[in-house]
């Protein structure tokens, strides 16, 4: 086998480095597609199950009413009342709960905008003296 050029070897190694690119772009594709799939399988059949045991929730309601009806005797609309009143309590427990949640909550990444802007700043204060402190 004949020796190469050195134009030859960096040719194929150009060649070889964009046909492994390319393999990986479709690999990384085709993972990327597979994981959206089942992603959107999983996130409509949660839905469905949600929406299921949301509509479940009114024969909770109901059945814990009619315990409240029969065991107590009280009448229907009182039952009912108290059963809406317990909820109404329990909303408002967990949306008391929520509120200081949300203040706390930031979703701006500042740890993440810091760190990037401190890379940024050095990266700069390398170029203008290269052979400076790099702190």
Request: glycine fraction near 10%; charged fraction near 15%; avoid cysteine.
């Amino acid at each position: 086998m004949p020796e190469r050029s050195i134009s030859q070897l960096v040719a194929d190694i150009k060649a070889d480095s964009q046909a492994l690119a390319q393999e990986e772009a479709a690999l990384a594709k085709a993972e990327v597609t597979y994981g959206a799939k089942n992603l959107g399988i999983g996130a409509g059949l949660a839905a469905a199950g949600l929406f299921l045991l949301f509509l479940s929730s009114f024969m909770v309601i109901f059945a814990i009413s009619a315990v409240f009806h029969e065991a107590l005797g009280w009448p229907w609309w009182g039952s009912f009342l108290l059963v809406f009143g317990i909820l109404v309590v329990i909303a408002a427990v967990l949306v008391l709960i929520a509120i200081p949640l949300f203040k706390k909550g930031n979703p701006m990444p500042t740890g993440a905008i810091g760190g990037a802007k401190s890379a940024l700043e050095a990266l700069k204060r390398a170029v203008k003296n290269p052979s400076g402190p790099r702190v």
